[in-house]
């Protein structure tokens, strides 16, 4: 029982030291220094995240489905340079948090990471945060090369997905079409039956 309870405490004190500890997140070998006012976040499967304010993440493993939706559906949209990084900026208006959720796609290395806030300006903090990683060793012209190639595959495959979702729905209605008809026509049988057995009766 006294094990169990020093483990417990143990355990409690350490959650304490990872939110107190929490000025910098390393994800894929590259350090961000956190702006106080976004500490205090979870920090998962190499994801760093405060709520639905904020929010840093590598997207190498899948750009197209990272950077496409926002693309097609932003308000705003720029490329700019933040100390050596290029940066793609986007932002749109955001129902669920009533105002402007901003997503910056930037080269730090050779990976391209994302960054998400609340706000359509990349202000102070959001430029010391891109500041504070290593100089992009991608070019500006490769950089931005490569989020337009994975927007075109991003349309690509919602253009696929689309036609298979309508062909999909296309079929799903035919075969619900012919399910009722086969329901009808085996009721009509059904019916028939009884009529006949009830007839043979009524003779024999």
Request: aromatic letters at 14%; one cysteine or more.
């Amino acid at each position: 029982m006294k094990k169990i309870l020093i483990i417990l405490i143990l355990s409690i004190l350490l959650l304490g030291f990872v939110h107190a500890k929490s000025d910098s997140v390393e994800i894929d070998n590259v350090t961000f220094k956190i702006p106080p006012k976004y500490q205090g976040g979870e920090f998962k499967y190499g994801y760093y995240r405060l709520d639905n304010k904020f929010s840093i993440r590598c997207v190498d493993d899948n750009i197209p489905k990272a950077i496409g939706l926002w693309t097609a559906e932003q308000d705003f949209g720029e490329d700019i340079s933040v100390g050596k990084h290029p940066v793609r900026h986007f932002y749109q208006y955001n129902t669920y948090v009533e105002g402007n959720d901003s997503h910056a796609y930037f080269a730090s290395g050779k990976s391209v990471y994302e960054i998400s806030w609340v706000g359509e300006k990349i202000d102070k903090d959001i430029k010391q945060l891109i500041k504070s990683t290593p100089p992009s060793k991608i070019s500006n012209d490769d950089f931005y090369d490569l989020l337009d190639v994975s927007y075109e595959i991003y349309k690509l495959e919602r253009q696929m997905q689309d036609e298979y979702d309508a062909q999909y729905n296309y079929m799903e209605a035919k075969y619900n079409e012919q399910l009722k008809q086969t329901k009808i026509d085996q009721q009509h049988d059904n019916r028939m039956k009884e009529l006949w057995i009830t007839y043979i009766n009524k003779m024999g």
